[in-house]
């Protein structure tokens, strides 16, 4: 499967990059300015976006990257700046400083789109890709929510072990406080919802009466492409 590649900037500026990602097997497109970048992202649907900082302004950078980390398939962000100081509200994965060559760069998008096999987790029927928060099940593809991802990501790293009411919220909530644990209960069943063939009577996430949870799957967690 090819990569998508979107290139924020001046093409002119940038045609010797474009040219070597295209030579490198990347499938790569251009956009200059936000509403043709924000366009490009919900068309293009690139696994990797570099943006040119030299080309745009920090606000502009900042609603780019930002529009690109909230976005479901969460596109791996490289910044083209000229020194090393990258401002707080600017989202990015990785940055090159100039000079720099076309064969640096093209190591740089490969390393990054490499490291998505690292992201994704399977148990028994269960893929999780903890980069966009997807779940795989039996019933299809879910988008979790943030804090059903946390939940679910806690159970991946204790499968078949009870986590007590009292862990969940401390990992997930960032708590220790028990007096009201309703939200918790409303996460479990919405999560049950995502995972379980029938949410009414669940088989994978098991209640343990006055202890907690489980994620009853056997099964090594294996990590995969």
């Known amino acids: 499967m090819v990569s998508r590649v979107l290139f924020v900037g001046k093409v002119a500026d940038n045609r010797k990059f474009h040219v070597s990602l295209q030579d ?3 499938e790569v497109r ?3 300015g ?4 924000l366009k490009a992202l919900a068309d293009f649907e690139p696994q990797c976006l570099i943006v040119d900082m030299a080309n ?8 780019i990257t930002r529009s690109g980390s909230r976005r479901d398939d969460k596109p791996f962000i490289l910044l083209l700046t000229n020194h090393r100081t990258i401002p707080d509200d600017i989202v990015y994965d990785d940055f090159l400083v100039r000079p720099f060559t076309a064969n640096k760069l093209g190591s740089k998008v490969a390393a990054l789109l490499e ?4 992201f994704v987790l399977r ?17 299809g593809e879910c988008q979790l929510t943030p804090k059903q991802y946390e ?9 078949g072990e009870i986590v007590t009411r009292k862990q969940l919220m401390e990992q997930v909530w960032k708590t220790s406080y028990l007096g009201d644990t309703r939200t918790l209960d409303v996460h479990i069943r919405w999560l049950r919802e995502c995972v379980e063939k029938d949410a009414s009577n669940p088989v994978l996430i098991r209640t343990h009466r006055g202890q907690g949870y489980s994620l009853e799957i056997e099964g090594p967690v294996e990590t995969v492409g």
């Open 24 to 26: 490198q097997g990347y």
């Open 34 to 37: 936000l509403r043709a970048t």
């Open 151 to 159: 939940l679910l990501d806690f159970f991946f790293q204790h499968p």
């Open 30 to 32: 251009s956009a200059e």
């Open 56 to 63: 745009a302004s920090e606000q502009t950078v900042s609603r």
């Open 123 to 139: 148990l028994g029927p269960i893929t999780l890709d903890r980069r966009t928060q997807q779940v795989q099940t039996p019933n």
């Open 115 to 118: 490291s998505r096999a690292g």
